[in-house]
Every structure is written in C-alpha cells, then in structure tokens.
C-alpha cells in the first residue's frame, strides 16, 4: 500500500496536483492540518482513494466554535497510525512530548505537520517512528516537501520528496 503525505499547504492545491499528477499509483492520501479546505477539494478529485486528514492551528483558529478533528488514529493494512497536526504537542521545540503521546495511545507510526521541516525520528527504546513530510507549499528550508509511506507486510517505508 503506497501513502501520499501532506502538510501545510496554506491554501493553495498547487503542489498536491503537481505530486499527483507525478505519483498515479498511490492508495491513500493524508493531510496533517494547516490545509483542509483544498485538500477536500484534492480528495473529491481524487475518489479511488482513501483520504484522511486532521485540523492545523489555522483551522481551529478559523472555526469559530466548530468542531475540528485535531487528531485520529486510522488503520491501514492492519497498521495504526496517529495523525495530528502537532501544534498541541510543542513539536516546534522538542519531539519527546509527541512520542511519549503515541506511546501511550499504542501506536508505532505517528504524522505531524506543523514545523514545515521534513523528519523523520525513530526512537529505539519503544520502536516508535514519527514522520512529518515537511510542508508541501511553505517549507522552512529547502524546497516544498511531501512524504510517502509504504506498507509492505510488515515492513513500513519512510520517504520524503520535493516539488
């Protein structure tokens, strides 16, 4: 099963088309917040796919008393991952907060968004991998990003690509 990542696309659908239009043979795709307006719009045109995402800082600042989904755990190939956007969890700072959190809710695979920089951080002690795919329209250094996550039997797959 092959995963498109993305994060942080603040409003603009250009660089998830242009990864699309590139990659035509992936099965899923997740948005980790600061972006859910356009990627609904990305998943509507895209309905063969699984789409998953959870709400940004920007989102719950803009919903006004709405309820957001800040954070989901789905199951892919007998895999759960935990999805967030991170903000809540001071990812800007130090990753240990996040990690202790997917350690607790019993996950192995945890996304975040929200630096607009590309991780990915294995932790040996509890075998927990978090991953955020950078940020597809403003990255903090280099060019905009997206991850990919492939689920091969027991095997998951980490990479990142830019525009």
């Known amino acids: 099963m092959k995963i498109l990542i993305f994060s942080d696309s ?3 659908t250009f660089g998830m088309k242009k990864i699309l239009s590139r990659i035509t043979d992936a ?3 997740i948005h980790l917040g600061d972006g859910s307006e356009e990627f609904a719009l990305i998943a509507k045109s895209h309905p063969q796919m699984q789409s998953y995402s959870v709400a940004g800082n920007m989102e719950e600042w803009r919903s006004f008393g709405k309820k957001t989904t ?3 755990i789905i199951t892919l ?3 759960d991952i935990l999805l967030t956007h ?3 969890f001071g990812v800007k700072d130090s990753l240990d907060r996040y990690h202790n959190y997917a350690h607790a809710r019993g996950v192995r695979y945890a996304l975040f968004g929200h630096t607009h920089l590309p991780t990915e951080r294995y932790f040996p002690d509890t075998g927990i991998t978090l991953f955020n795919p950078g940020s597809i329209s403003f990255p903090r250094e280099g060019k905009p990003s997206f ?3 492939e689920i091969r039997g ?3 797959l980490f990479g990142h690509g830019t525009l």
Do not use: P
């Open 147 to 149: 991850g990919t996550m």
């Open 154 to 156: 027991d095997a998951v």
């Open 10 to 12: 603040h409003g603009s």
């Open 77 to 79: 190939d007998g895999i």
């Open 86 to 88: 991170g903000h809540r």
């Open 27 to 29: 099965d899923v795709l």
């Open 70 to 72: 800040a954070e989901q």
